[in-house]
């Protein structure tokens, strides 16, 4: 056992340790700045999607709003509640600025992940379709590749559906039992059935699930800070002043000043928005949409709400109240955000913040559920295979659930979510000039006046691409070029 946890700390210093937030943050810039600044280019377009439905019409298809729920339920959890709160406690406020950095250049890098994904999608017969990194290594660098997306997908089910469903369940069972006084026997059990539910409806239910809570979660949330910051409005600008003042180390709250304020606000931000990791991508490839780059802009867009509206929801909460005193040790995590709420809005507010947390619990869990299967349909097709994941995942949440100790057996999360990191990294950067083909596509089309671009795959036939994944493209070619224009 030694020897096992030994190897994944390795791993672990290989990655998060040491290079691959540099890498991220590097490649980052450098898809924004090779990219023409897309997430700024097409940040107004972003917003088009709340509205967005169903463009084909087949009842099967999940649209570009469901897509983006799902990713958006799956990014936002923990790490905006607890994660910022960690993040101001040990970086100062500076973190926050930081946070808001990565995340504007993360816009990008999944912008140009989800693309890819959306690219080398692949049709499911019944219209849904599947891909993400996988699909992108094996269908866009080639069979002899498919090594390295069977790494992918051991990696991103063993740290995700398995790892991660363990602590989401933990933090649900753990947050009724605190607040509540539920035993956790009892809430493992509901949330076990709920999730069996949820897992054995397929990506379909996933969407419908997210398509209702998301919003609801997400609405109250940011409400509740706004409420705070109304009631706080002449303390605003010095809060920002110490954020800004903080990350730049023209005053230091905690030890480390700059430095730390850095190192957690980029730590931070990369847990919480997850771009460039691959694992958004993989919800991103369900979505029915007319173009790859449409799509990206998309999930570009759940990057800014995780980090740029949920967490800065969180900070101004902390900053904002008397709770937080910088560089004093005592309260953090989820437990100085909760406190902060109750000092500015009253008690009811940890109720709140309880219920606030089993949504972000739940909506990760069947996130991660569905990177699971995606995962599982690298390596195999069959059905049995997929009906003992579906049984295993209910088991994995109940378990993290009923055993407040038992989660620290999935030390392997975070080493191996940086090797996946890792993978995905290896393969965007060898896709980059494609990606920029298709970027390219999509200008091109919006310069000559169309206002929803029509990705037509025969256009590219040196790729390796299901024409069957984009029925708009056949539906075009029939209206012709003149209806197009009017689409």
Known sequence: ???ITGFFGLIEDLTWGWALIP?????????????????????TRMFRV??????????????????????????????????VAVAITLGGP????????VALIGMATSLVEATLAQLYKRSNGDGTYRGGPASYIIYGLGAKYRWLAIVYAICLMLAFAFGFNAFQGNTFAGAVNDSLGVDRLWSGILLAIITGFIVYGGIRRIAKVADVIIPIMAFIYIGLALLVIASNITAVPGVIWSIIANAFGL???????????????????????????????????????????????????????DTIIICSCTAFIIL????????????????????????????????????????????SIIYNYY?????????????????????????????????????AVFFFSDPLMGLLAVVNLMAIIMLFPVALRILDDFRAQLKAGVARPVFQPTAFPELDLDHSAWPHARNAAAAGDGELAKA
């Open 1 to 3: 056992m030694d020897f």
């Open 23 to 43: 890498i991220l943050v590097v490649f980052g810039v450098f898809i924004t700045v090779m990219s023409g600044f897309v997430q700024i280019e097409y940040f």
């Open 50 to 83: 709340l509205s967005s439905k169903n463009q084909s019409g087949d009842p099967n298809a999940i649209s570009a709003r469901e897509a983006l729920l799902v990713s958006v339920g799956g990014r936002v959890g923990g790490g905006n509640i607890a994660g």
């Open 94 to 101: 500076g973190a926050v600025f930081w946070m808001w950095a």
């Open 251 to 305: 005053e230091e709250a905690v030890a480390g000043g700059f430095g730390a304020a850095l190192a957690q606000g980029l730590r931070r931000g990369l847990f919480s928005n997850e771009a460039g990791l691959g694992s958004a991508p993989n919800v991103a490839a369900t979505a029915d949409v007319r173009h790859p780059v449409s799509q990206g802009i998309t999930q570009s867009f759940s990057v800014f709400v």
């Open 320 to 363: 904002l109240s008397p709770v937080y005193q910088p560089g004093v040790a005592g309260v953090d995590g989820v437990v100085l955000t909760q406190q902060s709420l109750v000092s500015q809005v009253g008690n009811w507010a940890q109720y709140f913040l309880t219920f606030a947390i089993l949504l972000f619990a739940f909506s």
């Open 371 to 407: 990177l699971g299967e995606t995962a599982l349909k690298v390596m195999t097709s069959k059905v049995g295979a997929l009906h003992a994941l579906r049984l295993a995942i209910v088991v994995v949440v109940f378990l993290g659930a009923t055993a407040p100790g038992a989660t």
